[in-house]
Each structure stands twice: as structure tokens, then as C-alpha cells.
T-cell receptor, first 116, second 110 residues
């Protein structure tokens, strides 16, 4: 499967612990996005990268959240001092370089976080 | 700001009946609209985009700028159409980041 892969698929942690999610995009895609999805809602934008540069962070991303894409390939999303409100599905998506015409996002299967 | 509204959380239709999923958006410029679908135990994927003006799996969607709507339609629903459907919007002014609606769960009954 050469699609977007995310790891781990499920994570259960206690409040206050740190968690890290990894996303491996499709290899030729230079853009990588993180979204968060809670029950009954659509995906909400968190942050995105073009190559290794982080272009924007949503206001949803508090100081406890940090994302990196050090070599412009895989990305990590770390949540420090988790809170119960962080429980959600964290989706990663990638897309090829834009050509002036909007392209589609290719999503991973998501990493589901449960904070007890 | 760009916003997408899907007024129906749940939609249940019989097989062979028409189905229409409503999507309204608010955006002052020229948006690009999409429908994404998530089948059971599969990842979110693009169904169709307004600029393509194509029919995918029998679904069509027309962008109505006057009514700021992008409703998804299929004349004869099939059981395999049961899924979660998300309307999404992007724009050049927002570097084409997608904003999603809350989604509509479609159940097609035999």
C-alpha cells in the first residue's frame, strides 16, 4: 500500500502523559496536513507543511501541540500533558505540489487518541 | 472566513430512491467545492469536485453561487452508497486548505 500511513492507529493514555503520532505521506507529495476529528464533526484543520516548512498553525493548536517534518518526508505530531479534551481522531493527509488548480488530499486512516 | 454547513446529520433512503445531500457555504470569493466520502472502515477519500463537473458513481453536484450551495445528488441510491459524506471548501486566498462540514451519514435500506 503506497498510501498515507499513520502510526499508531490507536493510543490510550492517561491524562498528563505525552503522546506522539507519526505520518508517512505519499512519497512524491510535498504538502502534508494534520486534521483533528471529534465525534459528530468533520475534520478540523490543525497545521500543514510544504516540504519541511510549517506554513500555518490553527488556533486549535495550543502550545501543548507541536508538529515537525524535519526532512520534508514523514511528520510527527506531539501532544504534551494530554487532557481529556484531546481525545479525537488525528488525521494526516498529503497532496502533490499545486499546479494552480486545486488538488485532492490523500488521507491516512487516522490515529485515534483516548485520554483517560 | 470560510464555513461549510451540512444541515442533515442523518439521511435514510430506500434502495432505488433518489438521494440529495445538502451543503451550503459561506465565502466571499471564488471557492472550490468538493465532496469527500468515507465508507465503513475505509479512509476519507475524494468523491468529486465542482471544477470537474463530472459524475462519479452516479453522483453529481452543481455549484450554485447565487444560493451558495453545492448539493450532492444521485437519482437511484444503491446499498453501497451507505457512507459518511463531507462537503468541503477551499480557496486560493486560504492556500487551498480544506474546510469541512460536519458530515451527513447516509443509510440506504434494501
Amino acid at each position: 500500500d503506497t498510501g498515507v500511513s499513520q502510526d499508531p492507529r490507536h493510543k490510550i493514555t492517561k491524562r498528563g502523559q505525552n503522546v506522539t503520532f507519526r505520518c508517512d505521506p505519499i512519497s512524491e507529495h510535498n504538502r502534508l496536513y494534520w486534521y483533528r476529528q471529534t465525534l459528530g464533526q468533520g475534520p478540523e484543520f490543525l497545521t500543514y507543511f510544504q516540504n519541511e516548512a510549517q506554513l500555518e498553525k490553527s488556533r486549535l493548536l495550543s502550545d501543548r501541540f507541536s508538529a515537525e517534518r524535519p526532512k520534508g518526508s514523514f511528520s510527527t505530531l506531539e501532544i504534551q500533558r494530554t487532557e481529556q479534551g484531546d481525545s479525537a481522531m488525528y488525521l494526516c493527509a498529503s497532496s502533490p505540489p499545486r499546479t494552480g488548480v486545486s488538488g485532492e488530499l490523500f488521507f491516512g486512516e487516522g490515529s485515534r487518541l483516548t485520554v483517560l | 472566513a470560510q464555513r461549510v454547513t451540512q444541515p442533515e446529520k442523518l439521511l435514510s433512503v430506500f434502495k432505488g430512491a433518489p438521494v440529495e445531500l445538502k451543503c451550503n457555504y459561506s465565502y466571499s470569493g471564488s471557492p472550490e467545492l468538493f465532496w469527500y466520502v468515507q465508507y465503513s472502515r475505509q479512509r476519507l477519500q475524494l468523491l468529486l469536485r465542482h471544477i470537474s463537473r463530472e459524475s462519479i458513481k452516479g453522483f453529481t453536484a452543481d455549484l450554485n453561487k447565487g444560493e451558495t450551495s453545492f448539493h450532492l445528488k444521485k437519482p437511484f441510491a444503491q446499498e453501497e452508497d451507505s457512507a459518511m459524506y463531507y462537503c468541503a471548501l477551499s480557496s486560493s486566498s486560504n492556500d487551498y486548505k480544506l474546510s469541512f462540514g460536519a458530515g451527513t451519514t447516509v443509510t440506504v435500506r434494501a
